[in-house]
T-cell receptor, first 113, second 113 residues
């Protein structure tokens, strides 16, 4: 069965600094990997995904993520954080052989002015 | 497109009452997912449907929970009888055939007193 770990409950960065939100995964087959963002009192919004191909994927709002097969990681990054990026971020994995998706526990990102 | 639509957005009920949550997936999407989000347990998959057929309901916590999808544009999640520990935010998500990511509705915040 697939699983996801987000080792940090909370990440704090200053506006303008680069940010990284970490994610590691475990699957038996080829991984499909996703990042979602949740703003207060809202549903999850899709940011980006890795299915195959280039290990660096770009998504919405200037976010990108790098797939690292040897480290089984899919860290979310942004070169310059904005205060408006403050939200809850979820990493998710889906085994290519089945349909359901497993989410991590979430990481709360706070960007301070 | 209006996105995934859920109703009601908020529901407050007393223990023992029946609760019905509703979801309209994105038009043309053939997979539908119900999730529950709590502080303690994070985001949990309850059940998912493909082409209106329940595929995996292993996440449904008890027999008090049931879900139906009578047609491609409507699904319900019912709790009968409700208990205080059912208090959570319930999300519906849908995915199109051939697509990898899910799209979430705004959620229903359920409070059982």
């Amino acid at each position: 069965a697939q699983s996801v770990a987000q080792p940090e409950d909370q990440v704090n960065v200053a506006e303008g600094n680069p940010l990284t939100v970490k994610c590691t995964y475990s699957v038996s087959g080829n991984p499909y990997l996703f990042w979602y963002v949740q703003y207060p009192n809202r549903g999850l919004q899709f940011l980006l995904k890795y299915i195959t191909g280039d290990n660096l994927v770009k998504g919405s709002y200037g976010f990108e993520a790098e797939f690292n097969k040897s480290q089984t990681s899919f860290h979310l990054k942004k070169p310059s954080a904005l205060v408006s990026d403050s939200a809850l971020y979820f990493c998710a994995v889906r085994d290519g052989n089945n349909n359901d998706m497993r989410f991590g526990a979430g990481t709360r990102l706070t960007v301070k002015p | 497109d209006a996105g995934v639509i859920q109703s009601p957005r908020h529901e407050v009920t007393e223990m023992g009452q029946e609760v019905t949550l509703r979801c309209k997936p994105i038009s043309g999407h053939n997979s539908l997912f119900w999730y529950r989000q709590t502080m303690m347990r994070g985001l949990e998959l309850l059940i998912y449907f493909n082409n209106n057929v329940p595929i995996d309901d292993s996440g449904m916590p008890e027999d008090r929970f049931s879900a139906k999808m009578p047609n491609a544009s409507f699904s319900t999640l019912k709790i009968q009888p409700s208990e205080p520990r059912d208090s959570a935010v319930y999300f519906c998500a849908s995915r199109g055939d051939g697509s990898y990511e899910q799209y979430f509705g705004p959620g229903t915040r359920l409070t059982v007193t």
